[in-house]
C-alpha cells in the first residue's frame, strides 16, 4: 500500500531553520517525481518545490527558491524539504505527494509549520 | 510561471443538481508529444487534497463516475453531474506540464 509519512515540523522563530521529511511507503521514490505543497491556514493549495529523476533535477516556487533545498535520501526512501531563514508568511501545513498519471497521486497528512516570535 | 485562474470562486449548490468549475491557464498546457498534465484536486474540510481527474478528463481510481473533466489547451472544466453532500469542500485545479507546478486559487462548494 502507498503511504506518506511527513514530519519535522512545529514551531520556530523567524529566521530559524526545520527539515520536513516525508518517508514513503509502497514504491521508491526516486522513480518518481516528488513534490511539497503547503497550506497557510484558511488558505488555498501553494505548490513549493519538487525532485525528479532520482534527484538530479530540483524546482522551487520563487517565494522559496534560495531559502528551502529538496533533496532525497534512497536508501531510506525519504523526502527531505530544507527550510532556513524561515518567515511568518511560511507558516503552512507542509504536505508532500507523489505524482504520477494512472498510478494516482498520493499525499501525506501534512506537517505544521509555525513561525512566530 | 503559468498562472491558474479559476471560476467562480465559490459555488452554492442544491443537493442532486448539476455544478461546473472553470479553470484558466495563462499559457497552452499542450505538450507536443499529445499529453495535456491537467488535474482536478477535490480537499474535503481537514482532510489532505485528493486527486479526481488527471490529463483533463481522466477520473482516478474510486471517484465516483458524476465527475468529470473537459477541455483542452488553457480551457478546462470540472463538472458534477448530480452533487452529493459528501462533494462539500474545495477544487483545485493544478497543472502539471511546466516546472513549477501551479494551482488555481480554488472554488468552494457547499450545499444550497
Known amino acids: 500500500e502507498v503511504q506518506l509519512l511527513e514530519s519535522g515540523g512545529g514551531l520556530v522563530q523567524p529566521g530559524g531553520s526545520l527539515r520536513l521529511s516525508c518517508e514513503v511507503f509502497g514504491f521508491s521514490f526516486s522513480r518518481h517525481a516528488m513534490i511539497w505543497v503547503r497550506q497557510a491556514p484558511g488558505k488555498g493549495l501553494d505548490w513549493v518545490s519538487g525532485?525528479?529523476?532520482?534527484?538530479?533535477?530540483?524546482f522551487y516556487a520563487d517565494s522559496v527558491k534560495g531559502r528551502f533545498t529538496i533533496s532525497g535520501d534512497s536508501s531510506k526512501n525519504t523526502v527531505y524539504l530544507e527550510m532556513k531563514n524561515l518567515r511568518v508568511e511560511d507558516t503552512a501545513v507542509y504536505y508532500c505527494?507523489?505524482?504520477?498519471?494512472?498510478?494516482?497521486?498520493?499525499w501525506g497528512q501534512g506537517t505544521l509549520v509555525t513561525v512566530s516570535s | 510561471d503559468v498562472v491558474m485562474t479559476q471560476s467562480p470562486l465559490s459555488l452554492s449548490v442544491t443537493l442532486g443538481q448539476p455544478a461546473s468549475i472553470s479553470c484558466r491557464s495563462s499559457q497552452s498546457l499542450a505538450l507536443s508529444d499529445g499529453y495535456t498534465y491537467f488535474n482536478w484536486f477535490q480537499q474535503r474540510p481537514g482532510q489532505p487534497p485528493r486527486r479526481l481527474i488527471y490529463?483533463?478528463?481522466n477520473r482516478d481510481p474510486g471517484v465516483p463516475d458524476r465527475f468529470s473533466g473537459r477541455g483542452s489547451g488553457t480551457d478546462f472544466t470540472l463538472e458534477i453531474s448530480r452533487v452529493e453532500a459528501e462533494d462539500v469542500g474545495v477544487y483545485y485545479c493544478?497543472?502539471?506540464?511546466?516546472?513549477?507546478?501551479?494551482f488555481g486559487q480554488g472554488t468552494k462548494v457547499e450545499i444550497k
Open positions: 505527494a507523489k505524482e504520477g498519471y494512472g498510478s494516482g497521486f498520493p
Open positions: 493544478m497543472q502539471g506540464t511546466y516546472w513549477p507546478r501551479t
Open positions: 525532485i525528479r529523476d532520482s534527484g538530479i533535477n530540483k
Open positions: 490529463e483533463i478528463s
